[in-house]
């Protein structure tokens, strides 16, 4: 399966700050997705990010707020844009393998918004 | 889009005790249904899948079983051990090749 490194592992961030996380992939996949985990919560997809296209958000967010970047078949970046203490919570990246079965996630960055 | 209700929440289980998750989904399109474990501060790892053209997948404590008709699919976890105790969250994958998450179940294994 593929190896997904995510960074940074965690981060303190003032309100009204941006930070962007990155993932690396060790093979080159086609779909890569972005989801957000809220404290004791299950995962909400965000977007699927897909190469040379511009990314595919769901319902409730949108690409001023998370802006994302997938440049290449192994990297995206999703940005979360002038924070605020909502949107503290683990982001993480994922991708499809087998021909878009066995998903596999990166280890996730947790986010405090202050 | 995909709605996938899982339950129980919370699961509490004597070790060597059989542990059962169920799932149900809404959108007959779904043909892929995985299974993730997710320990306190980990990633979700991948613990079992199974492809809508198969009924029951097996790997050694853990199967899972599908029923398209009925649009539901459950988790069984035999001879339950400590260390299974965890987070487990089953999924549905649907257009786009998205994966819908149910809302978790929250396993407790007592020694």
């Known amino acids: 399966s593929a190896v997904i490194s995510q960074k940074p592992s965690r981060d303190i961030c003032q309100r009204g700050t941006s930070l962007t996380i990155q993932c690396q992939v060790d093979s080159q996949v086609t779909m890569m997705f972005w989801y957000r985990q809220q404290p004791g919560q299950s995962l909400t997809l965000i977007a699927t990010a897909n190469q040379g296209s511009e990314a595919t958000y769901e319902s409730g967010f949108v690409i001023d707020k998370f802006p994302i970047s997938r440049p290449n078949l192994t990297f995206s970046t999703l940005t979360v844009s002038n924070m605020s203490p909502e949107d503290s919570s683990i982001y993480l990246c994922s991708v499809a393998v087998e021909r878009g079965y066995g998903y596999t996630f990166g280890s996730g960055t947790r986010l405090t918004v202050v | 889009g995909e709605n996938v209700e899982q339950h129980p929440s919370t699961l509490s289980v004597q070790e060597g005790d059989s542990a059962v998750i169920k799932c149900t989904y809404s959108d007959s399109a779904s043909n892929y249904f995985p299974w993730y474990k997710q320990e306190l501060g980990k990633r979700p790892q991948l613990i079992i899948d199974?492809?809508?053209?198969?009924g029951e997948k097996k790997d050694q404590r853990i199967a899972v079983t599908l029923n398209k008709t009925a649009k539901h699919f459950s988790l069984h976890i035999t001879e339950t051990q400590p260390e299974d105790s965890a987070v487990y969250f089953c999924a549905a994958r649907g257009a786009g090749n998205m994966l819908t998450f149910g809302g978790g179940t929250r396993l407790m294994v007592k020694p």
């Open positions: 199974i492809r809508s053209n198969v």
